[in-house]
């Protein structure tokens, strides 16, 4: 039997401080064994709380992740680097090697939040943008090709 290499995807996002960490945490969770999945911004905004808060709501933990920016990861040879917002899918990096860029838009959850007045509510931005990524990871690496 032979092991299949897996795939090295980076979630590339403006600030790495939510959809991309919770794109990594998605494919770590429902994908680890084909995906090697990294996740990284333009610039570095800290690891957003409510992300946190809605990836343990479903039993994803990425409490630990580390908001990092592309410059951190540039050795790394991505066979697909995926942007998950417009702001960095325009400023996106040139990588060596091999890597395809491809962009997935999802909203911004902070931006949303700002438009509703209650905690839930604003939660409830964060769960939207939460399970539109679980989709689109699920359909993982079909979708790339």
């Known amino acids: 039997m032979t092991k299949t290499k897996k795939l090295k995807l980076l979630f590339l996002c403006t600030g790495n401080s939510c959809r991309s960490q919770m794109a990594e945490g998605w494919t770590r969770h429902l994908k680890n064994d084909m995906i090697e999945a990294y996740s990284a911004g333009i610039e ?20 630990n992740h580390q908001s990092k920016t592309v410059k951190d990861l540039m050795d790394v040879p991505f066979d697909y680097v995926v942007t998950v917002c417009s702001h960095a899918h325009e400023t996106c990096p040139i990588f060596s090697g091999k890597a395809q860029i491809i962009h997935v838009g999802f909203d911004d959850p902070p931006r949303l939040a700002k438009e509703v007045e209650s905690e839930e509510e604003k939660l409830n931005c964060y769960r939207r943008v939460r ?3 679980k989709t689109f990871v699920q359909s993982l690496p079909g979708c790339l090709q």
């Open 131 to 133: 399970d539109k990524i």
């Open 44 to 63: 570095t905004h800290g690891l957003n709380p409510n992300a946190v808060k809605v990836m343990a709501e479903i039993g994803v933990d990425i409490s």
